[in-house]
């Protein structure tokens, strides 16, 4: 049985101990994607056979359950059980901020916004999991770390979902909007921490998380340019088919 101590933040749920890149965070980073993988073939071949609803359930579960997590950790444990206050509950993370605004690009009218959204969630979700030194660097797997693990999977799962279904694609003239939100979202955070919670390292303006960066210049400069490389790279295979493409029809002519 779960005990209450589960749901308390940094409680050490379960007496046995993470590290990094072990075993559980590996298990972590391959299991889901296999299923992300094998949803996507599965959805091609729904929408294909024509049963395209159940894409469209499939859809508004990942998004519902997104929002039901984020809503109950934000907005009932956040401020009722742990004792944080709305300089906490207020998202300040690109993640976190992804986590709300994602549930809601379901709707149609919500298309032209994925493409500047879409890639920064994919990024931050899956390079948080890659990562995620706070959740396999010490003891126990409570509600606060797997509720983190599941939305931050979520985030990479909702667009390739979609994309799987026809409901979104990654173009190449596009390429700029993920840059220009990226930069708007610095911004907000850059103000957070500033003058609403001073000290903090939203975004990692003021730290640097990595063990690298290129000497001699801010660390935000490697980020800059590992986060312009990372998006390319979530284009590439796509400018790839449409190049191909392109010159299959150019050797028919």
């Given at each position: 049985m779960i005990s209450l101590n589960f749901f308390m933040p940094n409680s050490a749920g379960e007496n046995r101990h993470y590290q990094l890149f072990g075993l559980a965070h590996i298990l972590w980073l391959v299991i889901p994607l296999i299923i992300l993988i094998g949803l996507c073939f599965l959805v091609r071949l729904l929408k294909q056979k024509g049963y395209g609803k159940y894409n469209k359930y499939l859809?508004?579960?990942i998004a519902g359950a997104m929002i039901l997590l984020r809503i109950v950790k934000y907005y009932i444990f956040k401020p009722f059980?742990?004792?944080e206050t709305w300089k906490e509950i207020i998202p300040f993370e690109l993640c976190?901020?992804?986590s709300f605004v994602f549930p809601f690009t379901v709707f149609p009218k919500a298309d032209k916004?994925?493409?500047?959204?879409?890639?920064l969630g994919i990024i931050g979700g899956f390079v948080t999991i890659a990562y995620s030194e706070w959740i396999f660097n010490g003891y126990g797997l409570d509600f606060?770390?797997?509720e983190s693990l599941i939305v931050h999977w979520l985030l990479v799962y909702l667009p390739y979902i979609r994309l799987a279904n026809s409901e979104f694609r990654f173009r190449i003239q596009d390429y700029y909007r993920p840059?220009?939100?990226l930069i708007i979202l610095v911004?907000?955070?850059?103000?957070a921490n500033t003058f609403i919670t001073p000290g903090a390292n939203h975004m990692f303006l003021v730290k640097n998380p990595l063990p690298m960066q290129i000497p001699g210049l801010h660390h935000l400069f490697t980020l800059g340019l590992m986060a312009i490389a990372i998006i390319f790279l979530l284009y590439a295979p796509f400018i790839k088919g449409k190049c191909l493409r392109k010159g299959q029809n150019q050797v028919k002519q």
């Open positions: 859809i508004w579960g059980f742990w004792d976190t901020i992804m916004l994925n493409t500047y959204i879409y890639p606060n770390k797997w840059l220009v939100a911004i907000y955070a850059w103000i």
